[in-house]
DNA sequence: CTGTTAGCGCCTTCAG
DNA sequence: CTGAAGGCGCTAACAG
């Protein structure tokens, strides 16, 4: 049995604000003042960091959160943590935070409404001083509880239709609509589409894919849409259809980095060739353009641009109490060039 | 203005058991009881529960476990966010823990030691009640801090050349040797390593490839060893140069998921083709190997398997307050085949 | 089964 | 600049 000064027994305990209390003499008052920055005569602040070496004290966060009600932890959500997409967002949304101070406490949907729900609880029960979040679908009613509890929250990357949460993303719709225009320069004409129907994100490009066809007065044929989930077995079953058809599209653009992955899965498992039987268009670079052969033209996001900002509407949002309408930020993307499209003969 | 029950005023303040309290008109000790599954008067557990209803109260976790001393939640630390292989150890934890009724609590290391050892802390100032950590590196100096806490500690994967944690990994020689053999079976002769020597785990793949060399009687070349990092560039660069040698190894074997990326990537880039020019052996299944061209030959971790036995390991240190020695797992690996290795003709 | 009384570890008024 | 007292929200003994 072990006990320590205040003659308290147990296995293990860490010391507190009165075992240094005891040891300099001072009161708990001073001894407060001192951890949280304040000014102490400098014989006292001498005795207090003496104490704090000796007893190896540290601050119980969870105590101080119990009464200051902050935590200076940021929660984060992410639709799915196996995607690298989530991996370098939640990187680049570690560096910022860390810089400001701030801690990140990340939590995986599954690409799983129900998860996700639980997810914003879990945050909301830690008390994180703020949530950024890549939602899972267009719905946002999960995170009314967040808004009930007046926790800032901002939305990355994927917004939904109408939204009254900060929201930081690029121009999904300018973006798709360049990247098809890319293709049509090149001639294409028999263009297919690989796009999420489940998230406003997808929605929006599929929008800007169709503008592009509509005012090169090219039609969208039905059978060349393929609309479904955010996953990789979506983009692989979709190329693997179209492959199959017999008239087969010209070119094909991937509207996701996990369609994209499926694509390229479906079509090296096929007889045929990229950029010469078929041509191929992709969103998010993450490495995988550069391990694939040929190499793929994409659509670029700004992602480290995308995670500052969203760091930064946060921590204004928790800085500022005054309450302010929604900010909605869209930022620019840019076109990476590949061997994977095939500029097409005059016809 | 808001002013609540008792008369608090400000922005937002959540229910807390004295608000039910003064509704029902019981005492906090019956509430609390109640909260925590025992028993309770029918007509009270009635009482509470509209209470609970109407306040929307909910259980402030920060305050509970400010007295229990436990939260319910695991902490996981992981070398390298971005890495696919980070990605699904977090979603098979999170799954496991999840039916086990634990929360999980995720820190990025940013393949930094001082970043990793600040994400101890941070966990520990959360009071997790364990911690699973895959290593930056093989020094375990900066768990010291856990085991001071007598906070239970899980290796994953990555363990250190002796260690007093418990850990769960694969049989990292035998894998590698296997790995080898298979290359050897097929009369390749001049094959070359690419593997980490910053991490224990691919100083162990390293022998077992020695060892599978040595016991065919061929020798290992110096210049056909690339050791290094954990990562693409690495793996990017030490392909690029054994490729541009003037004798060029037959095989390649790849050690690990980033290492196998980056050689897949130079290889692209390169005038060579696998498996005509080169043939090529990786380490970790993570999608990769269905989007390269030729499938890749891989050796397979039971990642799910893994990851099951690391929770079913911090549970029971949690449960059982005895100490005692450390465990290790060692799990076996699978080789999957592909197209990347190509036999070579009796010489 | 219920109520009372102490804390958990810390911060924050207020006097002095 | 310092000290004493009260409270953050909850649980854990005890009595009854």
């Given at each position: 049995?072990?006990?320590?000064?205040?003659?308290?027994?147990?296995?293990?305990?860490?010391?507190?604000?009165r075992?240094?209390?005891?040891?300099?003499?001072?009161?708990?008052?001073?001894?407060?003042?001192?951890?949280?920055?304040?000014?102490?005569?400098?014989?006292?602040?001498?005795?207090i960091?003496?104490?704090?070496?000796?007893?190896?004290?540290?601050?119980?966060?969870?105590?101080r959160?119990?009464?200051?009600?902050?935590?200076?932890?940021?929660?984060?959500?992410?639709?799915?943590?196996?995607?690298?997409f989530?991996?370098?967002?939640?990187?680049?949304?570690?560096?910022?935070?860390?810089?400001?101070?701030?801690?990140?406490l990340?939590?995986?949907?599954?690409?799983?409404?129900?998860?996700?729900?639980?997810?914003?609880?879990?945050?909301?029960?830690?008390?994180?001083?703020?949530?950024?979040?890549?939602?899972?679908?267009?719905?946002?009613?999960?995170?009314?509880?967040?808004?009930?509890?007046?926790?800032p929250?901002?939305?990355?990357?994927?917004?939904?239709?109408?939204?009254?949460?900060?929201?930081?993303?690029?121009?999904?719709?300018?973006?798709?609509?360049?990247?098809?225009?890319?293709?049509?320069?090149r001639?294409?004409?028999?263009i297919?589409?690989?796009?999420?129907?489940?998230?406003?994100?997808?929605?929006?490009?599929?929008?800007?894919?169709?503008?592009?066809?509509?005012?090169?007065?090219?039609?969208?044929?039905k059978?060349?849409?393929?609309?479904?989930?955010?996953?990789?077995?979506f983009?692989?079953?979709?190329?693997?259809?179209?492959?199959?058809?017999?008239?087969?599209p010209?070119?094909?653009?991937?509207?996701?980095?996990e369609t994209?992955?499926?694509?390229?899965?479906a079509?090296?498992?096929?007889?045929?060739?990229?950029?010469?039987?078929?041509?191929?268009?992709?969103?998010?670079?993450?490495?995988?353009?550069h391990?694939?052969?040929?190499?793929?033209?994409?659509?670029?996001?700004?992602?480290?641009?995308?995670?500052?900002?969203?760091?930064?509407?946060?921590?204004?949002?928790?800085?500022?109490?005054?309450?302010?309408?929604?900010?909605?930020?869209?930022?620019?993307?840019?076109?990476?060039?590949?061997?994977?499209?095939?500029?097409?003969?005059?016809?």
């Amino acid at each position: 049995m072990l006990f320590d000064a205040r003659g308290r027994e147990g296995q293990y305990m860490a010391a507190t604000i009165r075992d240094i209390k005891q040891k300099t003499g001072l009161s708990l008052a001073t001894i407060s003042k001192y951890l949280n920055g304040g000014n102490v005569l400098p014989e006292n602040r001498e005795k207090i960091e003496a104490a704090i070496r000796e007893l190896h004290y540290e601050v119980n966060e969870i105590a101080r959160g119990l009464v200051t009600n902050k935590t200076n932890t940021i929660g984060m959500i992410v639709y799915d943590i196996e995607s690298m997409f989530s991996g370098v967002i939640i990187r680049h949304i570690g560096d910022c935070l860390r810089k400001a101070g701030y801690a990140l406490l990340v939590c995986d949907s599954c690409n799983n409404e129900q998860v996700e729900n639980d997810n914003v609880r879990f945050l909301l029960n830690k008390k994180v001083d703020g949530i950024i979040v890549i939602p899972v679908s267009g719905k946002e009613d999960f995170l009314l509880q967040a808004r009930a509890k007046k926790v800032p929250v901002v939305l990355l990357d994927r917004s939904f239709a109408v939204s009254d949460f900060d929201c930081v993303k690029i121009d999904n719709r300018t973006a798709a609509y360049r990247a098809t225009n890319y293709l049509i320069e090149r001639r294409h004409k028999k263009i297919a589409i690989i796009a999420s129907r489940v998230d406003y994100t997808g929605r929006e490009r599929y929008k800007g894919f169709c503008e592009a066809m509509d005012q090169a007065g090219l039609t969208v044929k039905k059978e060349y849409c393929m609309l479904g989930t955010h996953t990789i077995e979506f983009g692989h079953e979709s190329m693997r259809q179209l492959l199959a058809m017999k008239h087969r599209p010209t070119a094909v653009l991937m509207t996701n980095y996990e369609t994209s992955l499926g694509a390229v899965m479906a079509l090296n498992e096929s007889e045929y060739d990229c950029p010469d039987d078929i041509s191929m268009m992709g969103f998010d670079d993450l490495i995988m353009s550069h391990v694939v052969k040929p190499k793929l033209c994409m659509v670029i996001q700004p992602m480290k641009e995308l995670c500052e900002k969203a760091v930064e509407l946060v921590l204004t949002q928790i800085h500022t109490k005054e309450e302010r309408p929604p900010i909605e930020l869209s930022m620019g993307t840019a076109l990476r060039d590949g061997n994977s499209v095939k500029p097409l003969q005059e016809n």
